[in-house]
């Protein structure tokens, strides 16, 4: 491999968002998050809680020199627009503190088990009885709170309802992608249990329809960003096993058959990324 291909590869690994600086208030809402987290393993088994906290910390690199925090490896926004959805529906006296909970608890699940999900299914994590507890025992946490974030919320039973009906849709799906549109259109239905909090929310705060879907439409826009620069950082990991990538489908037909030629043997050992937001990638 040529000097330039080196360069742009280690280029696209390095890129990142920019970085965020927490407000006392963000701050302060990420350490709820977290503390949902040390609840969910309290919440199991008392011959399982240390091995589930364990399991937890080590899955998510949390480490108690970092104030374990478990989310710290997700960008900002994905929990921060949440903070800010309440701060707001605060203000107008539209959000109440069983709401604000049930959100927090409901949220911090839906981020835990998003990526919890692909890699027990794709065989990165061990599937053992204490993982598939813990997956069952969170799974259960945030679909309760989300009922209860639902109570008084328009049509919040059918969102619940219809958002999980998407995220199985989509992680299931095995429909052939052809096209960037395609790919980032399946990636929205894999993320719908993130969207689930966002929704209720916008429902309790406001009837109108355009605030709601815009606060979709912006969550959706940064998943999908996010998504994207997984891709472009696992440049050479998707290319050199084939993988169909969002960058795959944008390159010109010639680019994609060298892409498709490219050996399976991997150049160099990869070192696994603490977080990525997964999605389907096909290989050839």
């Known amino acids: 491999m040529n000097d330039k291909s080196e360069d742009l590869l280690n280029l696209c690994s390095g ?3 920019g970085a965020v600086d927490l407000s006392p208030g963000e701050k302060e ?33 949390a480490s108690f ?5 478990f989310f710290q490896y997700f960008y900002v926004p994905a929990w921060s627009i949440i903070h800010w959805l309440i701060e707001f529906g605060s203000r107008e006296k539209k959000i109440k503190q069983e709401d604000i909970k049930n959100a927090i608890t409901a949220h911090s699940m839906a981020m835990l088990l998003h990526p919890l999900d692909d890699q027990l299914n794709d065989g990165e994590l061990q599937v053992t009885h204490l993982s598939l507890l813990l997956r069952s025992q969170a799974w259960e946490i945030m679909t309760n709170g989300l009922k209860r ?21 989509g992680i299931s799906s095995s429909k052939r992608i052809e096209s960037i549109d395609e790919y ?17 929310l916008t429902r309790k705060i406001t009837v109108n329809q355009s605030f709601s879907d815009a606060i979709l439409k912006a969550y959706e826009s940064f998943g999908i960003a996010w998504r994207l620069l997984d891709d472009i950082q696992d440049l050479e990991i998707d290319m050199f ?21 490219t050996s399976g043997r991997k150049r160099v050992d990869f070192k696994k990324k603490p977080l990525e937001l997964h999605t389907s990638k096909q290989n050839r």
Not at 149 to 166: C, H, P, V, W
Not at 241 to 261: G, M, T
Request: glycine letters at 4%; one cysteine or more; aromatic letters at 12%.
């Open 15 to 17: 890129i990142q968002f």
């Open 29 to 61: 809402f990420c350490n709820k998050l977290n503390i949902e987290v040390i609840l969910l393993c309290k919440s199991m088994p008392d011959s399982t809680q240390t091995d589930a906290l364990l399991f937890v910390m080590k899955y998510l690199q």
């Open 65 to 69: 020199e970092r104030n374990l925090n």
């Open 149 to 169: 974030l639902a109570d008084g919320a328009k049509s919040g039973e059918r969102i619940i309802r219809d958002f999980i009906n998407r995220y199985y849709s």
């Open 184 to 200: 980032c259109d399946g990636f929205r239905n894999e993320m719908c249990t993130w969207l689930i909090v966002p929704m209720l």
């Open 241 to 261: 096993n084939q993988a169909h990538s969002s960058v795959y489908f944008c390159l010109p037909e010639k680019e994609k058959r060298i892409w498709d030629k």
